[in-house]
T-cell receptor, first 112, second 113 residues
Framework: DAGVIQSPRHEVTEMGQEVTLRCKPI?????LFWYRQTMMRGLELLIYFNNNVPIDDSGMPEDRFSAKMPNASFSTLKIQPSEPRDSAVYFC??????????FGSGTRLTVV | KNQVEQSPQSLIILEGKNCTLQCNYTVSPFSNLRWYKQDTGRGPVSLTIMTFSENTKSNGRYTATLDADTKQSSLHITASQLSDSASYIC????????????FGAGTILRVKS
């Protein structure tokens, strides 16, 4: 089991550019979560999908953020246009409820 | 007010010593409580998961306790090792909305030799 796979591990981009973060959940898991972690706010849930359907996106900060899950094995989180305050570590996690979550290693995003 | 509060915010201990981290929560309806360890630059890794009916759960040198009446949990680390240096996050799962997780801010533990 390769775990939850996120790419890229690090991303540095200029303000205004589009950023796409990718996640491959564990096979057989039916829920997928996107989190953002900063020193100031800790871990925050952005959006989660159940069986590829977005269930709760109340944590998505602005319209600049969008997430998709076209199939059970792939999800993207897109920021367009990116801003310096979006700099954070973005984690993807998957789960087969009600069991424990498994987190990916995260994508460290720096917007300059 | 944060629904999951952890203390202390940070802690430094000597290798071989024991320590206890605290977590108080107000989240309800409660499904389960988890403790995660997050190493620098890595994703959180689950240490223990307890339902409201469980009082204690161990994972090696890590022992978590839960008092659902007072809504308090603790994570006890025995005979600490340098590799225990990490952030420890208390997470409460809410029954509604598919077991939505509510995260504490974490306790940063540093083990010194």
């Amino acid at each position: 089991d390769a775990g939850v796979i996120q790419s890229p591990r690090h991303e540095v981009t200029e303000m205004g550019q589009e950023v796409t973060l990718r996640c491959k959940p564990i096979s057989g898991h039916n829920s997928l979560f996107w989190y953002r972690q900063t020193m100031m706010r800790g871990l925050e849930l952005l959006i989660y999908f159940n069986n590829n359907v977005p269930i709760d996106d109340s944590g998505m900060p602005e319209d600049r953020f969008s997430a998709k899950m076209p199939n059970a094995s792939f999800s993207t989180l897109k920021i367009q246009p990116s801003e310096p305050r979006d700099s954070a570590v973005y984690f993807c996690a998957s789960s087969r409820l009600p069991h424990g979550y498994t987190f990916g290693s995260g994508t460290r995003l720096t917007v300059v | 007010k944060n629904q999951v509060e952890q203390s202390p915010q940070s802690l430094i201990i000597l290798e071989g010593k024991n320590c206890t981290l605290q977590c108080n929560y107000t989240v309800s309806p409660f499904s389960n409580l988890r403790w995660y360890k997050q190493d620098t630059g890595r994703g959180p890794v689950s240490l223990t998961i307890m339902t409201f009916s469980e009082n204690t759960k161990s994972n090696g040198r890590y022992t978590a306790t839960l008092d659902a009446d007072t809504k308090q949990s603790s994570l006890h680390i025995t005979a600490s090792q340098l590799s225990d240096s990490a952030s420890y996050i208390c997470v409460v799962s809410v029954i509604l909305y598919g077991n939505k997780l509510v995260f504490g801010a974490g306790t940063i533990l540093r083990v010194k030799s």
